[in-house]
């Protein structure tokens, strides 16, 4: 019997794993959608918040699997990722039938496929709005996980990537799932989030990484969200560099950089290995690097504060 699965991007987030696991509860409820047999995957393991939530709220993870998993006659919805180099590795292009994204679009698929991208600040949000659209409520420990998903990839609606339509399923959520204290959900989130203590070098490096194609240059990004950014950079910059230094070699990059994002402060430093991003990174944003760090201010979002800066400097 071929399958549906949805599946998120490699390093998931809470917001693809969340989206992927609402796009099934939807697909089942309508049959309209004509999925066969749909079901929510990771294309890795969960992160720690992610862990913490689907713990709080009762709710069993979705699997992970490897594209091997993948029948010749299944198909493949990605959702919160489109282009390849975020995808699960070795998946076969020509089964995506169905794009769920907020991302910037960067692909050339062989046949029509369905697709739906907005510019909201998660890809849950856009979920929800499907869901809407189709009479379709979420259960109790869904709504709880999609409220959740949508505080996490907004930062609590700080985050500039974030809209009124963020907001307003935010709260239409909250009243599903019974919470009033959307503030101290958000404060248990950035918990969750920024306990990076137990983490590696290696494990804080690849955290939650992305790998862009800039003006022919294969660029990774590595995001950590934490309450802790001094602690970090300060007392483990050394073997962060080292850790960064070997993702280099390994995934064969042209540039790595570490952006340390402090979530109650709002405030980003970028961690730049050596001078190759440093030139790049004080072209993008201004100011000097002082050991290893460049202080780029009150900005939060990497998909619109940082990477389209590096991809301007880039272009130079
Ligand atoms: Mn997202």
Redesign the pocket.
Known sequence: MPKTFILGHIQP?T??VVAALGLEYLYQQKKCFEYLDPQAVTAGPLNGETKYLFERFGVTPPAQITAQDIGPDDQVVLV?HNEASQRLPNLDETQIVDIID?HKVHLNLASPIYMTFKTWG??TTIVFYLMQQSQVQPDKPLASLMLSAILS?TLGFKSPTCTNRDRDQAQELAKLAGIDDIEALTLDIFKAKSNVAGLSADQLATNDYKVLEMNHQKVFINQVETVEQTKLLEERQSELIAALEKVRQDMKLDLVVMAVTDILQVNTKLLLPSDLEATVAVKAFGGQVQNHVLDIGPKLSRKKEIVPALEKALQK
Do not use: G, I, Q, T
């Open positions: 987030d917001d693809s919160d907020h998660s890809s990839d």
